[in-house]
């Protein structure tokens, strides 16, 4: 049988300094026309190389094509011509990216750019730009007539991704195939993107080919999926298959790290409040970041802010922590107010708050070791340990944090997305706090490595008695870990409560609107999910 | 420079093996890049030079010997101070280049290391301290950019005496604005950056800040930059040389030696070339030097010189 498209035992490599890289290593999987496929699999995984060889997007050298084929309705693609792969892409082959707005040209209006799409394969102007209209019209952006004229700036993040899909079915491509296409967007604009794109598929009938590390999405969207690791496939079946019955050990140990599948926390009761914010708010100008927020955290307690990207939980974490000064209310830790403190003071508490930032590549000075960085906070505070006990010290906490302690001497590059992050942590721990702000903490680390740091953090509070006030946008990975949450919106605290109360029984509508948007692993349950957000749009 | 050397800590933990020590690190480092090696022993020698030369040949380089007068290069039967030739009055070339470096790398080191340092110190405090005091800084920069340097030179060295201490000043202070614009601007960038905020939350002083994890990651910009400038300076001293109000004989530097050999250019080739060469060869090395040092301060890029080149 002819596939649509089929990728018969590809391998690239990568020719680097350090030597050859083996990208991928014999991969082979089908498209069919109207089917999704999705290629999953965690940073490094080789999941984007083959779509990035159908493109034609591997810089050759350092790339190279070692062997394999790439054939579109038969035809090897691999051994045409530069002229004749240019036509096919962007007409039969059309691609979206994770950032829509690194892929729009800043000073071009998006009408333009969705017209030059056709032009540049043949359309006349004046068809392309009623096209244009059409398409805006197709994937939903509000006002379009106007619309078509602005420039990509001043769009949201969705509308640019929508624009992004516009641009790219603009042709009626027969393979649509979309790199990590909502992974910088909020869940409820993620579900939306999801949705347009399935709706698109049943219209036009193309191939969409997904890349993806969030088994969510797998769930919500694909039929058939092939799971990648270390530039090899390791399993291969439709979606409910491989999540009920996975074969392959990588693929079980992935499916195990997704987070909303255990036990929910007890709350911690009794005790007086380590942290006690009292209408907290922070004003840009006429514009309020957060508005008189009011929360408490105890001892030995996670405390979880959820909320969507502009919602003020980072703000907030800054203005505890001082970084950015309140205009209103006040933050007491145990009874000493941080907003209104002295700064001589203030230096005594940063010892007790400390904070674990999103991203570790840039929350670690590159130019300083391990042993430096962390070190770091003997150096600013003398009076905890004498130079002499430094080194011991470091060694401890790497033996904490689980890293070997034989690699202080090392710099941030030289470790994994994860290790850094466990550095991160060594790094707040050094000053022996009690209560640590971890912002986005573990967001930018794949699935299976934020599996491990939440299982550092909550050991660590068993150990230690920390507590936490853990800022998140992913909800399942919340309700694992947190005691209670705080759900945030526009700046402000819309519900709080003891976490099962929360994702059992919520009672605002962006609770509901949030939970349900958030995707679940399981096919079948998504499945189900997907009528009550049906059912949920069409009440609202 | 600070950053390379490994961390004095006592190595009480026998465990882990200390880093070899800060200078075998570079020592290997440079070795590992032969044109840097090549950089850094022409201006170890030149610097030799500046250091011993006049004590040494200052009686040769001033003699004048009216039968050697434009004598070309290449004579091997005459005074080895005389293989590149002499000039105008017969004096020998080898010699007085030997000679002239010290005042050409006095004036052009110290005017670059002043400009640097107060430049780079302005700047960091243009871009960490607050709006106010960032805009009279910015404003008196671009005070001295609108004057054209070569002017305020002039007006300067007119009144004053045109003393080597002079000329340095002078000179540094038009090139301090290229520095302070740099600096201020880097440091615009990386105070955002999270390992500064993450600084903060330690309770890190403004002080560590800005000097422990600001002015590291800023620093090999303006070292580039710096080698850039040297050349301009001892150009700009040579023209003010040339104008009679920077260095003026029977003192000597590469500069005035090349605006020296000017009117003689057709007929005698080698007064010009041979102190222009040096200045060349100088800029050239400070470049390659700087280049190497880039790579060497930059603990991502460091494994360029560590790990041993690969036959291909």
Known sequence: MNHLLQVKDLSVDFHTAQGTVHAVRGVTWHLDRGETLAILGESGSGKSVSASAIMNLIDCPPGEIVSGEILFEGRDILKMSEDERRDLNGRRIAMIFQDPLSHLNPVYTVGFQIAEMMTAHGTPKSKARERTMELLKRVGIPDYENKIDTY?????????????????????????????????????????????????????GMGLLLITHDLGVVAEVADRVVVMNKGEIVESGTATQVYKAPVHPYTKKLIAAVPGEGEMAQPVGGEEPILKIEGLSKAYGAFTALDSATLTVLPRETVAIVGESGSGKSTLAKTILRLEDATGGAAFYEGRDLVTMAPAELFDLRREIQMVFQDPTQSLNPRMSVFDIISEAFVIHPEILPKSEWKSKVRELLDHV????????????????????????????????????????????????????????????DELGLSYLFIAHDLPL??????????????????????????????????????????????????????????????? | MTDVSPHNAPSEAPAIADAPPAYVQIARMLWRDKLALCAAIFLFIVVLCALFGPMLLEDVATKQNLRGRNAPPFDFSLHWTMWLGGDALGRPLLARIIVAAQNTMMVAAGAVVCAMIIGTGLGLIAGYSNKAGSQVIMRLADVIMSFPSL????????????????????????????YLRTCRAEVLEIRERMFVQAAKVMGASTNRIVFRHILPVVFPT????ATLDFAFVMLAESSL???GIGIQPPEITWGLMVAQGRSYLTTAWWLSFWPGLAIILTTLSLNLLSNWMRTALDPVQRWRLEIARKKK
Request: glycine share 4%; net charge neutral; aromatic share 4%.
């Open chain 1, 478 to 540: 919340v309700r694992d870990f947190a005691h209670r949450v705080v759900v945030m919106q526009g700046g402000r605290i819309v519900e709080q409560g003891p976490v099962r109360e929360i994702f059992e029984n919520p009672k605002e509508q962006y609770t509901k609107d949030l939970l349900a948007a958030s995707p679940h692993p399981d096919p079948e349950v998504q499945a189900e999910r997907r009528k009550a957000r049906m059912q949920l749009e069409k009440t609202a």
């Open chain 1, 402 to 461: 689980g890293l070997d302690a034989s690699h202080m001497h090392r710099y941030p590059h030289q470790f994994s997305g994860g290790q850094r992050q466990r550095i991160a942590i060594a790094r707040a721990l050094a000053l022996a706090p009690r209560l640590i702000i971890c912002d986005e903490a573990v967001s930018a680390l794949d699935v299976s490595i934020q599996a491990q740091v939440i299982q550092l953090l909550k050991r660590l509070q």
């Open chain 2, 241 to 243: 040389s040339f104008l």
């Open chain 2, 151 to 178: 002017l305020l030179a002039v007006i300067v060295l007119y009144m004053l005496e045109p003393a080597v201490g002079n000329l340095i000043i002078v000179l540094a202070i038009t090139r301090i604005p290229i």
């Open chain 1, 152 to 204: 990509p700036h001043q769009f949201s993040g969705g509308q640019r991704q929508r624009l992004m899909i516009a641009m790219a079915l603009a042709m009626k491509p027969d393979i649509l195939i979309a790199d990590e296409p909502t992974t910088a967007l909020d869940v409820t604009v993620q579900a939306q993107i999801l949705e347009l794109l399935e709706e698109l598929q049943a219209e036009t």
């Open chain 2, 222 to 225: 303006l070292v580039t930059i």
